[in-house]
């Protein structure tokens, strides 16, 4: 059975409009959080990474659009155009193009919005990007909460194992909207401050906005330097509670536990773990509980949410590019605001930025309605 690579990827992210800048960032442990006072969107001041929208805009005009696009298909457009350019893979019925997004565009909902109701339709964002850039196949719409962006990656290699495609381009995003900060605040769970995950002092969460985009492929010859393989992956939910955790981590460690069977591999063979880390009570101590059930307590394992806030649908794809990046090169990167262990179960926090000669990681996710997400990567040799 041949392999499953990722390829290809592009971030639009605070830091910039590609994955360099992102890894740049993250490397000279800059965060880029910003606390904003922007009361059309909260009330309240909040700390969030949002996209540059002039910038956005310059790489968006760049691409002569015919029409018109919401700023989350703009996000969307601009990262994977670049993936496509880049992969300069001719699209045809084998080519599928997975959306992968919470929210969508839910802020088009809003009293001064131009564009209708309709347009907040997942399969009318999908549509959008589909047309745009030219796909031949209907668009799958990935909307599992905050795993969704790591479940398409699981997805898209299903698709390509079951011969339905041979090559996925995979575009992920969320927007920072009144709607989404307003929910997260009704659970008292926004920060002020940067987040710091698995940190006694932590106060709560940040949200982010992000696009991100991938290429996902069975063809060695269309991997590039950070290319990696897709070895093994698990989804579980734990139903336990429409925005709660489960207090065992079940769902959680029987994802970990699928996606390593899969691998063949053992969970000491696990160079480290980019995990979703989202700096809430709940989420920490109960990843903090199935890491240790699965072994994995000595790990060396960071969460990249003190970068970019949480980035809801888009963050495990984010998160994936960057342990692409980190893998080739060679490079554990700290898990920004870490200064004292703040759950009961031990974790072996990354502090510091340190080269080390890593081959594996799994990226896991968990979210609402009990969802729980987990992949094995491995460094390709190309």
């Not at 990167?333 to 930025?353: C, D, M, Y």
Request: proline share 3%; charged share 20%.
């Amino acid at each position: 059975m041949s392999k499953i690579y990722l390829s290809h990827n592009n971030i639009v992210s605070s830091f910039g409009f590609n994955s360099i800048s992102a890894i740049e960032g993250i490397r000279n442990q800059v965060s880029g959080l910003s606390l904003y006072e922007d009361k059309k969107i909260l009330g309240t001041p909040f700390c969030s990474s949002r996209i540059h929208q002039e910038k956005l805009q310059e790489h968006y005009s760049a691409l002569s659009p015919n029409e018109e696009h919401t700023r989350l298909e703009q996000m969307m457009l601009v990262s994977l155009s670049d993936c496509l350019k880049k992969a300069n893979i001719k699209l045809t019925e084998k080519t599928g193009l997975i959306i992968s997004t919470t929210k969508g565009n839910i802020d088009v909902l809003e009293n001064e919005s131009k564009y209708p109701e309709s347009r907040a339709y997942l399969p009318v964002l999908g549509e959008k990007i589909r047309q745009f850039l030219g796909f031949g196949n209907k668009p799958i719409i990935i909307s599992n909460a905050c795993v969704s962006g790591i479940l398409a990656i699981a997805a898209a290699k299903r698709f390509i194992k079951q011969g339905l495609y041979d090559d996925v381009f995979i575009v992920a995003g969320d927007l920072v909207t009144p709607f989404i900060l307003s929910g997260f605040n009704a659970f008292q769970a926004l920060s002020t401050e940067p987040c710091r995950p698995y940190c006694k002092t932590r106060t709560g969460i940040n949200i982010g906005e992000v696009a991100s985009s991938v290429l996902v492929t069975n063809d060695p010859s269309k991997t590039t330097d950070e290319s990696v393989i897709v070895l093994g992956e698990g989804s579980c939910n734990d139903a336990n509670h429409i925005s709660g955790p489960s207090r065992t981590g079940e769902g959680l460690l029987r994802s970990v536990e699928a996606a390593i069977k899969q691998s063949e591999l053992q969970s000491g063979d696990i160079d480290y773990i980019s995990a979703h880390g989202t700096a809430t009570m709940y989420n920490d101590e109960m990843e903090s509980i199935a890491f240790e059930r699965a072994n994995l307590s000595n790990t060396p394992l960071n969460s990249l949410k003190g970068y970019f806030g949480h980035t809801l649908g888009a963050s495990g794809l984010l998160e994936t590019i960057i342990g692409m990046h980190s893998l080739h090169q060679n490079t554990l990167f700290a898990s920004l605001g870490f200064q004292e262990l703040g759950v009961s179960r031990p974790l072996n926090i990354i502090k510091e930025t340190t080269s080390k000669n890593i081959n594996t990681f799994l990226k896991t996710a968990s979210g609402f309605g009990g969802s729980n997400t987990a992949v094995v990567f491995q460094k390709a040799q190309v």
